[in-house]
């Protein structure tokens, strides 16, 4: 299965990375929609409301350094910005089990060997695994996605919320949660003008030098000793494991 609509003036989104978006809408269309990771409805869409939609954030995304993409689902936005960064170490967090095991594939199918997949939650891997970018797309509120991104960014580090029009909503409605994390240089932006329609959307906010998770009770929690299970593939690095604008469907965390 292929996408219905393929957008023209795809090779000035992803260069010689063209190849490797095309296969991934593939997967996402094909795997993707057969094992429920993907609405149906979503084919004829994967690229304007998916795949584009996630690129735009790479402008955002420097060209070397690490990368989380937290609650990664289907690999939007973590596989296209590696494919678009592609010297970038990127680490795709997932908690449920048939999404871990499609990244996999795709990470495998693709080649992209400075990608590697964990399974776990966010909260359990905290100061297990961290990077200097963390992305989240159709996670969580953002009071809720906050904490736990900053559990995985590296003091200092940058933290991407894909989100939609009630952005700034929901700013508002965490700050209290964001000042007691300690968060700096908070700010909604638009990327993509002009390529997508409507621009996307990207909550952007630093971590703070000195974590002060425990304040806003997000932190792992003393005593658990659930932890994830070690994953691995062709393509993907084994590791320990823990867990836009978007439509795609808010991911339920701890699945499978």
């Known amino acids: ?32 929609v057969e094992r ?27 060209h070397r350094g690490t990368l989380i993409d937290l609650g990664s689902g289907a690999g939007l936005p973590g596989i296209v910005l590696a494919m678009l960064r592609p010297e970038a170490d990127v ?35 905290a100061g297990q695994v961290s990077a200097d970018v963390v992305t989240a797309r159709a996670v969580a509120p953002l009071a809720k996605l906050a904490g736990w991104a900053v559990g995985l960014c590296r003091p200092g580090g940058t933290i991407l919320a894909i989100k939609g029009a009630s952005a700034a909503d929901e700013v508002a409605a965490s700050r209290l949660v964001l000042r007691r994390l300690g968060v700096s240089d908070l700010a909604v932006l638009e990327v993509g003008g002009g390529k997508v329609d409507p621009p996307v959307t990207v909550v952007r906010f630093v971590a703070p030098v000195r974590r002060r998770m425990a304040a806003a009770g997000n932190g792992p929690r003393a005593g658990d000793r659930r932890s994830g299970r070690r994953v691995s593939g062709r393509g993907a690095a084994s590791a320990p494991g823990g867990s836009g604008r978007s439509r795609e469907p808010e991911k339920r965390r701890g699945d499978g």
């Open 1 to 32: 299965m292929v996408p219905e609509v393929t957008p023209p003036g795809l090779a000035g989104w992803f260069g010689d990375a063209l190849p490797l978006a095309e296969r991934y809408a593939g997967l996402l269309v094909g795997p993707g």
């Open 36 to 62: 429920g990771l993907v609405g149906p409805a979503e084919a004829a869409r994967i690229w304007d409301r998916h795949i584009l939609n996630c690129a735009a954030v790479a402008d955002l995304v420097p």
């Open 91 to 125: 680490t795709l967090v997932e908690p449920m089990a048939r999404r871990v095991a499609f990244l996999l594939e795709c990470v495998d199918t693709l080649g992209l060997s400075r990608v590697r997949v964990v399974r776990g939650r966010a909260e359990d891997l």
